[in-house]
C-alpha cells in the first residue's frame, strides 16, 4: 500500500490479485463495497417494479389512446414505454451483478412499485395528466435513491443518474403535450 495526499492505494499487485481469487462466489461486490448488498437489491428491486408498471402504462395507452389528435402522444407513449424497458434492464442487470435474482414475478407488483398502473378508461388528456404524475413520482423516487448510493455504490448511482434524466425528459414530454392537449398555459418560467 501506499499513501499519496493523504489517500491509501493499493500497489502490490500479488496482494490485488489474491484478494480478488479469495472470494470468486461474490462476483462483482468485493470487500470495499460499502454497502449492504442485500439492501441495495432491495431498493432496485423497488425501481425494477416501477419501471415494470411504467412500462405496461405507457403501451396500455399507446394502445387505447383514440382520437384524431392522439397520434402525437400514442408515438410518445410507445417511445416512453421502449425508454422505460431499457431503464428495467439496466436495473436488472446492477441487481445481477450484486448478486440477486431480478424480481419480474407480476405477483405484488403494485405494492413493490412506487408509481401505479393506473385507469385503462381515460381520455387522452387523462392518460397525459396519468403518465406526468408517474413520472413526477419517478423523479423523486430516483432522486432519493442517488442520494442513498452517493460515493458508496457510485455505479449504481451513475446508472440512476441516468435514469433520472430520461425520466426529467419524459415528464417535460408529458407536460408539453398536457398544455398542447388542454390549450393551457405553459408553467411559469422562473
Known amino acids: 500500500m501506499t499513501k499519496t ?19 470468486l462466489a461474490k462476483g462483482a461486490v468485493t470487500d470495499n463495497y460499502e454497502l449492504d448488498p442485500k439492501q441495495s437489491i432491495d431498493l432496485l428491486q423497488n425501481a425494477l417494479a416501477t419501471e415494470i408498471v411504467c412500462i405496461l402504462r405507457y403501451t396500455m395507452h399507446a394502445v387505447a389512446a383514440t382520437g384524431i389528435a392522439s397520434e402525437g402522444p400514442k408515438s410518445e407513449f410507445a417511445q416512453h414505454a421502449a425508454e422505460e424497458r431499457g431503464h428495467m ?7 445481477n451483478q450484486l448478486g440477486g435474482i431480478p424480481n419480474f414475478n407480476p405477483k405484488g407488483l403494485a405494492s413493490r412499485a412506487a408509481s401505479e398502473y393506473g385507469a385503462s378508461d381515460l381520455d387522452l388528456v387523462g392518460m397525459l395528466k396519468e403518465n406526468l404524475i408517474a413520472e413526477r413520482i419517478a423523479i423523486e423516487h430516483y432522486r432519493e435513491l442517488i442520494q442513498h448510493f452517493g460515493e458508496r455504490d457510485s455505479t449504481t448511482r451513475t446508472m440512476l443518474e441516468g435514469i433520472l434524466a430520461n425520466e426529467e425528459e419524459h415528464a417535460n414530454d408529458m407536460h408539453d403535450l398536457l398544455v398542447a392537449h388542454e390549450g393551457t398555459p405553459m408553467l411559469p418560467r422562473d
Open 5 to 23: 495526499n493523504g489517500e491509501t492505494f493499493l500497489s502490490d499487485v500479488k496482494e490485488l490479485r489474491a484478494r480478488a481469487r479469495e472470494n
Open 89 to 95: 434492464e439496466k436495473i436488472a442487470e446492477r441487481i
